[in-house]
């Protein structure tokens, strides 16, 4: 197994200390090459309308779209949910990989980086009991959610954790904390 982290933008570098610990194998994905050398992928945050631009310029999109829908496991975090929605601002969204809609950046700009407790029941079977450190940075809303997707988390009453099949998403940012759970029940999906 080797896990790509989409290096095109953003916090992909915070992913490899949690590989490094977990002995799994990574590489870094900026083009279509890169990206058949993985099995699995994550797209980290940052800024989605920036990696949008560089998924169509790098020549990537369509092949991430063909591999997502392939069954890759993937994993999108805060920009990485944005880039994997179905709708984003009421507009279709880049990869359209998850049928959700969101909304970017809906807890406002400058006041909406916040860590809130999260229960997490699903990984209870991995052997870790919540509360997790939901770390948010100008998340997005997940506004609206389609058929068979499930919702592992939620902070008030916003779902951030989902994941349909093998495709799932955090709207918060497990990278930035010592928790490798989160890498656990990616790579065993
Ligand atoms: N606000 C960013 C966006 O919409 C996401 C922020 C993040 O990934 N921490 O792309």
Same mark, same amino acid.
């Given at each position: 197994?080797?896990?790509?982290?989409?290096?095109?933008?953003?916090?992909?570098?915070?992913?490899?200390?949690?590989?490094?610990?977990?002995?799994?194998?990574?590489?870094?994905?900026?083009?279509?090459?890169?990206?058949?050398?993985?099995?699995?992928?994550?797209?980290?945050?940052?800024?989605?309308?920036?990696?949008?631009?560089?998924?169509?310029?790098?020549?990537?999109?369509?092949?991430?779209?063909?591999?997502?829908?392939?069954?890759?496991?993937?994993?999108?975090?805060?920009?990485?949910?944005?880039?994997?929605?179905?709708?984003?601002?009421?507009?279709?969204?880049?990869?359209?990989?998850?049928?959700?809609?969101? !909304?970017?950046? +809906?807890? *406002? &700009?400058?006041?909406?980086?916040?860590?809130?407790? @999260?229960?997490? $029941? !699903?990984?209870? +079977?991995? *052997? &870790?009991?919540?509360?997790?450190?939901?770390?948010? @940075?100008?998340? $997005?809303?997940?506004? +609206?959610? *389609?058929?068979?997707?499930?919702?592992?988390?939620?902070?008030?009453?916003? $779902?951030?954790?989902?994941?349909?099949?093998?495709?799932?998403?955090?709207?918060?940012?497990?990278?930035?904390?010592?928790?490798?759970?989160?890498?656990?029940?990616?790579?065993?999906?």
């Amino acid at each position: 197994m080797v896990v790509g982290l989409l290096g095109l933008q953003g916090a992909f570098l915070d992913h490899i200390r949690h590989l490094d610990a977990l002995g799994i194998a990574h590489r870094i994905v900026r083009d279509p090459d890169g990206l058949q050398q993985v099995s699995r992928l994550i797209i980290p945050g940052g800024e989605s309308t920036v990696m949008d631009k560089f998924l169509l310029e790098f020549g990537m999109m369509e092949p991430l779209r063909e591999r997502i829908a392939g069954g890759m496991p993937t994993w999108g975090i805060c920009a990485g949910a944005v880039l994997l929605a179905e709708t984003v601002d009421g507009r279709p969204g880049s990869l359209r990989a998850l049928p959700m809609s969101v !909304i970017r950046n +809906a807890y *406002g &700009r400058q006041l909406a980086s916040r860590v809130r407790p @999260i229960e997490v $029941p !699903i990984l209870e +079977a991995l *052997g &870790r009991h919540g509360p997790f450190s939901g770390v948010f @940075i100008r998340a $997005p809303r997940i506004s +609206a959610l *389609g058929a068979g997707v499930v919702v592992h988390a939620r902070s008030k009453a916003d $779902p951030v954790f989902v994941q349909r099949r093998r495709v799932m998403a955090t709207t918060f940012h497990p990278e930035l904390t010592s928790e490798t759970v989160f890498h656990r029940y990616f790579i065993g999906l």
